[in-house]
């Protein structure tokens, strides 16, 4: 059965999945990016930009898991760009350049409908303006009996919780403080949403932690 | 110099210091216990209730560090009992027995005086009614020299990391979610209080981490 999954979502040990004031220049929030340090050092990433080299261990092998399998994706309209309102044009192709590293259908949740967009590479943006059940069918019809990532950001990723549609969670906490930004957790009361912690492992530059939701 | 510390204090993945509904029956709150989990098989825990065996390792050392060099405890009202509102009766001598494992003087906040109480081992309860920063000028001078350890519950480790006047924190961070109940660091801008994240080690049963204070 095609599950619903976040893998590799990086949170601070605060619990931000971004860190404040989201712009152009700071697609991650200020000081966003240190979540990200346990995925630019691996091979895996590296792999994606076409480099050699990079690091093996835990880290790496925790990015790998998170695209195998994977058959459609699911972002809020923030991790697609910082275009805010109506879409004013289509200039804005993305953060990823012209061949994102999805290379499968990618629902982008969006109040203002746009047209498909086809990259290089496999990866084609659907815009979904009818909320996050009708996007999770259509990628589910698109992924081929392969899973559906859903692949943030934070406030994407707590409505398909409070929803309890999402399957199963890796978080990679990063050891630090953020303060402020985007909470994943806060006030969302997993437990009674039928979630539970189901392993914990220790990598290079973060803690991998396993949520899923009890059967 | 004297320092103000937080020592394994137990944290579940989304943030919380105890679980909901906290009474005399369940002092940590509805599924609390969950937290003490990786200090209940350690060599440490066993020796302070006098029995021997316990896993020795990372969490077991992680244990007897929150015991070393300490001279004052400071503890918030519901940590020492479940009584609220002003003392009935001087009956309730806290959750420990006639023996506390402090072994120091502890000093207990609370809006409603109580003379000090004096129990077995070196442990004497000071009840203080004129707040936090008095609280921690007593333990300070009372801890001769050694540092003065704040023992929760999470509320008060949120008085006082709003003050600004705690110096580094050890927590344990378990693999566990509670959902609801006391939380930790939500709300509370650490990074702009002036914290960071130091460092984490895995230990067996929680991933311990490590908060400063910038100098």
Redo the contacts between chains.
């Keep these: 059965m095609t599950r619903l999954r976040v893998l590799g979502f990086a949170v601070s040990?605060?619990?931000y999945g971004a860190g404040p004031r989201q712009d152009r220049d700071n697609p991650l929030g200020v000081?966003g990016p240190a979540l990200m340090e346990w995925f630019f050092h691996t091979q895996a990433w590296r792999e994606m930009h076409g480099e050699t080299g990079g690091e093996t261990g835990v880290d790496n092998d925790m990015a790998r898991r998170g695209f195998a399998g994977i058959g459609a994706w699911i972002l809020g309209r923030n991790m697609f760009g910082p275009v805010r309102g109506p879409w004013p044009d289509e200039s804005w192709r993305g953060w990823w350049g012209e061949e994102p590293p999805y290379h499968t259908p990618v629902f982008v949740l969006t109040h203002h409908p746009r047209p498909p967009l086809e990259m290089a590479g496999g990866t084609v943006f659907h815009f979904v303006t009818d909320g996050i059940e009708s996007a999770l069918a259509q990628a589910k019809a698109a992924a081929g009996g392969r899973d559906v990532r859903l692949g943030g950001g934070a406030a994407t990723i707590r409505q398909y919780l409070a929803a309890g549609l999402v399957d199963d969670l890796h978080?990679a906490?990063r050891?630090?403080?953020?303060?402020?930004g985007e909470?994943l957790?806060?006030?969302?009361?997993?437990?009674?949403?039928g979630?539970?912690?189901t392993?914990?492992v220790?990598g290079e530059r973060a803690?991998h932690?396993f949520?899923e939701k009890r059967a």
Excluded: K
Excluded at 175 to 180: H, R
Excluded at 185 to 193: F, I
């Design positions: 040990v605060d619990g000081r978080l906490v050891p630090v403080l953020l303060g402020s909470p957790m806060h006030g969302l009361d997993l437990h009674a949403l979630y539970e912690c392993g914990c220790a803690t932690l949520l």
